[in-house]
């Protein structure tokens, strides 16, 4: 009879302790919770990354420039992801957002104008590639530029990653300046940034020794190398070192095998740069 009562004096007191502890832990995690540290705005350039507070916010204290970036979904051949233009126009806006310092990055374009779909042409005869029609592609520059003018911003950047609808972005841009003459809004086409990326960075690519067979104008050694700087899980290595004497029929023209990560670093440099001092430039000038 001892023995029993025992047991249940032992037993009742490791249910007691097991309590005890248990309600020690739920008060442990209540007390860190209330005690993390105050919830502080975000500062990213990145428009998606912000509440709509915090963008009203920042255009209140001067952030009134607005760059839209414009990408592309389209083949570079068997070593390169389809969203190349996308992440690397995105990556290089966020680093000349930052370097301008008055301004944010609205969400990159994607679907762009990329040739005939039926019958398919260009990029499109390869799977992955997306293409849109002018005209869609133009009203959505249009709608996007004239929604951040309604928000407050007052310069609106185009920057476009693809050589394809660089006068579209031009047109466009004309057209805003054309309809905001009243306002102290504009619209820039930035030119620079793929100058930069397409001449300037060839030129850097031929004093290093160089061919324009190596550079290429699409996934070649310049295309791949900007792609490396910024992503290289964006690059099948095992495929960029493949002999691209077939490079055509691959959708590749150029030879990437030359690529490196510090070349790409050149590259993105200069872009950023050129832009940069191109936008300053388009926004002091007179109307």
């Not at 990354?49 to 420039?65: M, P």
């Not at 160089?210 to 550079?215: G, H, K, M, P, R």
């Not at 029929?249 to 200069?270: C, E, F, K, M, T």
């Amino acid at each position: 009879m001892t023995q029993k009562l025992s047991n249940t004096f032992r037993n009742g007191f490791f249910n007691m302790r097991k309590t005890v502890n248990t309600a020690l832990i739920v008060m442990s995690a209540l007390s860190s919770i209330v005690s993390l540290p105050a919830w502080s705005k975000s500062d990213s350039v990145f428009l998606e990354d912000l509440t709509w507070t915090e963008v009203r916010d920042d255009i209140h204290a001067g952030k009134t420039t607005i760059i839209i970036p414009v990408g592309g979904t389209e083949q570079s051949g068997p070593h390169m992801a389809l969203g190349k233009h996308n992440v690397r126009v995105e990556a290089l806006a966020g680093k000349i957002a930052a370097a301008l310092g008055n301004a944010l990055v609205a969400p990159v374009i994607a679907y762009v104008p990329e040739g005939s779909i039926s019958p398919p042409a260009g990029h499109m005869r390869f799977a992955g590639t997306i293409s849109v029609s002018d005209d869609a592609f133009k009203s959505i520059l249009d709608g996007a530029a004239r929604s951040f003018k309604q928000h407050g911003f007052i310069d609106v950047v185009l920057i476009g990653d693809h050589g394809g609808y660089q006068s579209q972005l031009k047109i466009v841009a004309a057209r805003l300046n054309r309809d905001w003459h009243a306002t102290p809004a504009r619209a820039h086409f930035i030119a620079e940034y793929y100058q930069a990326a397409d001449v300037d960075y060839g030129r850097v690519l031929r004093a290093k020794g160089l061919s324009d067979a190596q550079i290429g104008v699409h996934a070649g050694t310049a295309d791949t190398s900007l792609m490396l700087a910024v992503d290289p899980a964006l690059v099948r290595q095992n495929e960029m070192l493949r002999d691209p004497h077939d490079g055509k029929a691959n959708g590749v023209a150029g030879d990437p095998r030359a690529s490196s990560a510090a070349l790409g670093q050149l590259g993105v440099d200069l872009i950023v740069s050129k832009s940069v001092a191109a936008i300053r430039a388009a926004q002091s000038a007179p109307r």
